[in-house]
């Protein structure tokens, strides 16, 4: 791959941008289930002289489950040619989702921060959700 390469549907469009030994794969608009398809092929591309593929999400304004998978996809068939990936510059919203479906798509370096870790719920949050009448005992509060 030598030059740009782009993928573009109606909500989303990829942009492979080979740098040897680096290859940013930009995603820019909504991954949903109407597009993921476009990721597949995106991670089909031939990325010859390439080590390190960077995914930049800075660009990705809503992403489904369908979408997270697509991105676990691209990551893995990077992964079993030898390229180390980087998933970066994912908004809080997608962290956040990725912390709660239990993902590790952004790795350490972009990890999702403390506070929108899940965490356990407590007889507290369920009365400052309602009144005291709902907050009865229910096994996953402390």
Known sequence: MDAK????????????EP???V???RLTGELDVACDDLVRSAAAVPADSIDV?????SGLSFCDLAGVTALQELKSAHRSQGRHVQVVSARPLL???LALVG???LGAAD???EECQPRQ???????????RDDAVHHPHWG
């Open 5 to 16: 390469v782009f993928f573009a549907a109606e909500t989303l469009r990829i942009a492979l």
């Open 121 to 131: 719920l407590t007889r507290d949050d369920a009365v400052s959700a309602g009144s």
């Open 53 to 57: 593929v960077v995914v930049d999400l």
């Open 111 to 113: 990890g999702c921060a």
């Open 23 to 25: 290859l940013t794969v």
């Open 19 to 21: 740098e040897p030994p």
């Open 103 to 105: 993902d590790d798509l």
């Open 95 to 97: 962290k956040r989702i």
